[in-house]
């Protein structure tokens, strides 16, 4: 079932468009239920005839159209996150065959293709958990639709599911067109060697500064400690074929990466978070200012400046009371500056971030050291 939000999604068009068509055209599908609060849903297959017939389902649309299927047939079940893992799992799944066998046409059951993917790389298994967690009938069903899509397509047909999956979740990413990537992409122009982000997400950051450098010179690491964004991002990377090495986990109290050295660091971390230090987190190295209080602003900074290496630089987006708060921060603050960490703090205003319409700061590091003979802090 689609609802009229949908229709206008599965064809590109905006609502008004879609609300014309069915006060203009007698043929338009007929609402087959209604539900609450006045919103009529209506036969996908229906739908899909129509827009066909009417030439709005283009080449470019034609993977969306079967990714619409295959949602409609997990819808009843499962939730829309758990969805979203299914059907990228599968999209993943599709990619990494064919690369290893040039095709799919002998292997058509989600039970061969998964034990394919299994013998190729165990690593990758739990990519594949949320289609094998199904029903068997199910996956099968939901394959066989994305064995259609062209394989050119697939990474197109990734993108559309996560901004499909964001605005299910409230979220934003980012994807090379806001400000935020385009400012990194342009501080960062010809550099070269590891990139890190520490609080990865989807994997946005990461997977735009690959394609400015046309992955040429590049390593990606990265972390993120919620569940299915890790398992998305791997899904994503895998279907771009863009190799990264991405560990999952609370970045800040288990760090995935303690001997990694990264030439970039990026990292839009989550704001106004808290954390409870453990016993002994004096002692982590991480922390050469000493321990960072429960708000973690100043957390990420020593994080990131430690990750460095000694020619590297990190970009750090706060919010701008990481400039003036006292107490702990303000020490931690007067110590980045004396050790020559900070090199610079840009102003940027509200809306600079797609998930948040506050101002922001944003941090450049330097790896710690050095003291008089850096050049003065550029604001």
């Known amino acids: 079932m689609l609802n009229v939000s949908q229709i206008a999604e599965l ?10 068509w069915r006060k203009r055209f007698e043929d338009f599908p007929r609402p087959v239920e209604s539900v609450p609060g006045g ?44 969805m979203t893992e299914a059907l990228g799992a599968a999209l993943a799944l599709v990619a990494l065959g064919r690369r290893r066998t040039g095709s799919l046409n002998g292997v058509w059951d989600a039970e061969a293709i998964l034990a394919l993917a299994a013998a190729s790389d165990p690593g990758l298994d739990d990519l594949f958990r949320p289609l094998r967690e199904i029903d068997r009938r199910s996956a099968d069903r939901v394959l066989d639709l994305v064995l259609e899509i062209d394989e050119p397509d697939l990474p197109e047909c990734f993108e ?19 400000i935020q990537t385009a400012l990194l992409l342009a501080l960062t122009r010809g550099e070269t060697g590891a990139v890190y982000d520490p609080a990865a997400g989807l994997g946005g950051f990461l997977i735009a500064l690959w394609r400015a450098a046309a992955g040429q010179g590049r390593e990606l690491f990265g972390q993120e400690v919620d569940a299915t964004a890790s398992r998305l991002a791997r899904q994503r990377f895998l279907v771009h074929e863009i190799p990264v090495s991405l560990a999952a986990g609370d970045t800040l109290l288990d760090d995935g990466w303690p001997e990694l050295r990264a030439d970039v660091v990026v990292c839009d971390p989550p704001y106004r978070a808290k954390k409870s230090w453990p016993a002994g987190a004096a002692r982590d190295p991480r922390w050469a200012f000493g321990p960072p209080p429960v708000s973690t602003d100043f957390a990420w900074l020593q994080h990131a400046a430690y990750h460095l290496t000694e020619s590297g630089r990190a970009y750090v987006f706060l919010p701008p009371g990481s400039l003036f708060r006292g107490g702990r921060e303000a020490d931690l603050r007067m110590q980045l500056l004396a050790n020559g960490t900070v090199e610079a703090v840009v102003s940027l205003p509200p809306r600079t971030s797609l998930r948040t319409g506050i101002p922001e700061a944003l941090w450049i590091l330097r790896r710690p050291g050095g003291g008089d003979d850096r050049d003065p802090v550029l604001l």
């Open 11 to 20: 064809a590109q068009v905006g609502l008004s468009a879609v609300s014309n």
């Open 39 to 82: 919103r009529d849903l209506f036969e996908l297959q229906e739908v899909e005839r129509w827009l066909e017939k009417r030439g709005r389902l283009d080449r470019a649309g034609r993977g969306r159209h079967l990714l619409f299927q295959a949602a409609d047939l997990l819808r009843s079940e499962l939730s829309a996150a758990s």
């Open 160 to 178: 559309w599911l996560l901004t499909r999956h964001n605005q299910q979740q409230g979220m934003a990413e980012k994807s090379g067109g806001d």
